[in-house]
């Protein structure tokens, strides 16, 4: 059984969609998407330098439309699963046909706008912890009144919180972490920190026409699988200020069976995870249109 996944925030990097573009229409289906949402993506993901699709408001439609282009690219799947990491919960929604293209783009582009504005009234970030136990650190960090907000198992759990809790992470490390690495992102998402952006969402929401998922389609929240289109939805708008599971996401993969993973674009992130934590499932990043032929392979033996 394969495993379609989407990356969230972070795995953005300079000129990532150039070579997507160059597919026949692809050009002109990411205009058409610019156009609709107000934000030409078409510059960011190939001209934009990595200060500016940092930017909250423009790397997640960015990485959401990057990974619609590179799954039409692949063609039918028949993945048996999907689900996406944080803001790839939206993508992942479209592959599961609960939104459309348009819709989940639409989305997107407002939940970006409504959380990079949470993100400028208090100075926050999030940081990676390398090596330790999980429930060590994940008390050390409440306790420095940070918040554990990505679980991704594979022993990486992500710290939320201002600026100056980072920084005491940084002098005062959980016991058995190595490192404590600042991420690419410009607030401390999945944290209360991010309440406004709830309450913006919310209403965008209320212009949602979602139909139930024709596949499964494994949550953030719990690592649930959940068969109703509104409580996907449902689910989207909460995400923003709960935290991610995708440690118990992958749980649910091995539960169901999964043999095979493949991670759109731009992949490399989750199928990371997924070689420490899923022994025997093979596992494929879609990084550039070269490794579509391997991907649709890997298709042929697994879906």
Request: proline share 5%; charged share 20%.
């Amino acid at each position: 059984m394969l495993v379609l996944v989407a990356p969230g925030q972070g795995a953005q990097t300079p000129g990532f969609l150039t070579p997507w573009l160059e597919l026949p229409g692809a050009a002109d289906r990411v205009a058409a998407w610019s156009d609709v949402i107000g934000l030409d993506l078409v510059h960011y993901g190939t001209q934009a330098d990595a200060d500016a699709i940092r930017d909250t408001a423009v790397a997640q439609p960015l990485l959401v439309a990057a990974g619609l282009l590179s799954a039409a690219a692949l063609g039918d799947t028949g993945a048996g699963v999907v689900a996406g990491h944080s803001v790839g919960e939206i993508t992942a929604a479209a592959f599961a046909g609960v939104l459309d293209d348009t819709a989940a783009l639409t989305l997107v582009r407002k939940r970006g706008l409504a959380m990079a504005e949470a993100a400028a009234i208090t100075a926050t970030g999030m940081s990676a912890l390398l090596g330790g136990d999980p429930e060590v650190s994940v008390a050390h960090l409440r306790k420095l009144g940070l918040t554990p907000a990505n679980v991704n198992g594979a022993g990486q759990i992500v710290a939320a919180g201002t600026l100056e809790q980072l920084a005491a992470l940084n002098e005062d490390k959980p016991e058995g972490v190595r490192k404590v690495v600042p991420l690419k992102v410009a607030g401390a998402f999945h944290t209360h920190h991010m309440a406004p952006a709830v309450d913006r969402l919310t209403e965008a929401a209320k212009a949602l026409t979602p139909t139930d998922p024709k596949v499964t389609y494994v949550s953030n929240k719990d690592g649930r699988a959940v068969h109703s289109g509104a409580e996907v939805v449902e689910r989207l708008v909460g995400q923003v200020a709960n935290p991610v599971r995708w440690d118990l996401c992958m749980e649910t993969f091995k539960e169901l069976g999964a043999t095979a993973l493949i991670e759109v674009c731009p992949g490399g992130t989750l199928t990371g995870l997924a070689k420490r934590a899923l022994p025997g499932v093979k596992t494929l990043a879609l990084k550039g249109p070269a490794d579509l032929d391997a991907a649709r392979e890997l298709i042929s033996e697994h879906a």
